[in-house]
């Protein structure tokens, strides 16, 4: 089931719209660098998502509540920081509800959302999403550009002549974006359930790192600029929603977000959590 916005939606408003989620899954937000993260959200009156397994706000209560308190949504990451593609459909909505009900009685929040434990989704898992009665799901991954050619260890923006291979790395992330399904706005891929696709460039990816050629911490404004220019893709209107986990941009990659707020600020963008972006084009979408 793949329901599209409807085409007023495209042309009401061309600015786009950024969501920041980080998901929290581990022992590495400790409480100074959370703290610092969300200082930065703070300066700049920006509401994040943060995507939360339920095994970590049992183990970290007063740090997920910490977020609560700021203004921040809490969504929903898994029971634990288990792969669900590949389970029945029984099993994944087995802990759902677990995860649900968790979270409930921990932190006092009723989850409208989730982000599955590294993206990793199938069919069942939206049906499952579906059936527990939560509104989004942002799983599927989509990029506005690609971030480099292949085979090509050199970041594209880094590239001799980069204005002249920009529609091709346009072109080459249109056609990632056919193979992943996805969409600029959100999409309905089961009964109530909206897709709000996330960049699919993560921080693993992006930072000094052994899965890319990622970006030292000097180097932390390199980064915030390719999530601008991921955003300046988004000329005629869209979502683009980042992941940036605090356990590895905190604290020192933050700045990374601080570039890249203000400057996306500065060029017209607006800030939703995930929850306000299904709130809106889900009562815009036609069913």
């Known amino acids: 089931m793949r329901m599209r916005y409807r085409k007023d939606i495209n042309s009401r408003d061309i600015k786009p719209i950024v969501c920041i989620s980080g998901d929290i ?11 610092e993260y969300l200082s930065i959200l703070d300066n700049y009156n920006v509401k994040a998502t943060f995507p939360t397994t339920l095994d970590v706000a049992e183990k970290y209560t007063e740090r997920i509540k910490l977020i609560i308190k700021g203004g921040h949504e809490i969504a929903g990451h898994g029971d634990v920081h ?13 802990r759902l509800r677990r995860m649900i009900e968790g979270l409930h009685d921990i932190l006092g929040v009723d989850v409208k959302g989730f982000r599955a434990p590294w993206c990793k989704w199938d069919k069942n898992t939206h049906l499952a999403l579906s059936r527990v009665g939560l509104k989004y799901d942002s799983s599927i991954k989509r990029l506005e550009i690609l971030f480099r050619l292949p085979y090509i260890r050199k970041r594209n923006m880094e590239i001799m002549g980069y204005g002249y291979i920009k529609p091709l790395l346009k072109l080459g992330a249109q056609l ?47 980064i915030g600029a390719v999530w601008l220019e ?58």
């Open 25 to 35: 899954n581990g022992d590495f937000e400790d409480r100074t660098r959370l703290s």
């Open 230 to 287: 991921n955003l300046r893709c988004l000329d005629k209107g869209g979502v683009m929603v980042i992941d940036a986990h605090p356990g590895f941009f905190s604290p020192d990659y933050v700045g990374a977000m601080d570039y890249f707020i203000k400057n996306a600020l500065k060029s017209g963008a607006v800030f939703r959590t995930l929850c306000a972006i299904a709130s809106e084009f889900g009562e815009n979408i036609k069913i």
């Open 176 to 222: 990632y974006n056919v193979t992943q399904r996805s969409s600029r706005y959100p999409y309905y891929v089961a009964p109530n359930l909206l897709e709000i696709p996330v960049l699919g460039y993560s921080d693993h990816y992006l930072i000094d790192s052994p899965k890319g050629p990622g970006y030292t911490k000097s180097d932390v404004d390199k």
């Open 82 to 94: 288990k792969m669900f593609r590949g389970s029945s459909l029984y099993e994944q909505e087995r």
